[in-house]
């Protein structure tokens, strides 16, 4: 059986100021923790912030992902207790002397943002053999994080800020969310608009850690 091809259309060229609205989206987006505001997402911003994510590439064009939008305040309060514990954990994790400086650090908007997104990944999907997975497994988790990212730039695009919470033990959120076996958490948002945002990455700006430059993470031919 043969496929059928469809015919290509001319590549279209984008100007100078849709080019660089794209590279300035780019280098504007931030990881939001405490800038939230209350007000609720427009649907339709919503829709077209999603709409970006789902068209992100996947591996085979079998789109792993699925987004649950939660926005019940009592389930968040069990994530936020989830985050919390985990939180204690990795404080302890770092040396003494950067304790104090970690504890001082707001790490999540779960509970101040007015939407969370569960953005999941089913490792089913496609079926047993998917065309391009064959040798990287690991290939649908990596398609679903190009989704995250394509949400994130969409949002920041819209001015709606995200947030990627990472400090959980995921066995205390799967069965809040009823996900499958199956099924894989690959990201925690906290999404909605924003008061403010940081002028370059939050934890440089507080002093953790430092903004390498591109040079620091070029290579000719091999490592």
Sequence with gaps: MS????????????DDAERQ????????????????????????????ILMAAHRAPSVGLSQPWDFILVRDADTRARVHTAFARA?????????PERRSEYAALKLEG????????????????GGEVV????????????STVCAVQNLWLAARAEGI???????????????LFHLP?????????????????????ELAARGWARQASLDDHIREERW
């Design 3 to 14: 496929l059928d091809r469809p015919a290509p259309v001319t590549a279209r060229i984008f």
């Design 21 to 48: 609205a794209v590279y300035d989206v780019i280098a504007h987006r931030r990881d939001v923790r405490n800038e939230f505001l209350p007000d609720p997402i427009d649907p339709q911003v919503l829709r077209r």
């Design 87 to 95: 939180n204690t954990e990795a404080q302890g994790m770092f040396p």
């Design 110 to 125: 779960i509970e101040q943002a007015p939407l969370n997104i569960v953005v999941t990944c089913d490792r089913a999907r």
């Design 131 to 142: 065309l391009g997975r064959t040798h990287q497994r690991d290939m649908d988790l990596y």
């Design 161 to 175: 800020g995200v947030g990627w919470v990472s400090i959980f033990d995921e066995a205390e959120l799967r069965p």
């Design 181 to 201: 076996d199956h099924v894989e958490i690959v990201a925690y948002l906290c999404v909605g608009h924003v008061r403010d945002l940081f002028d370059g990455p």
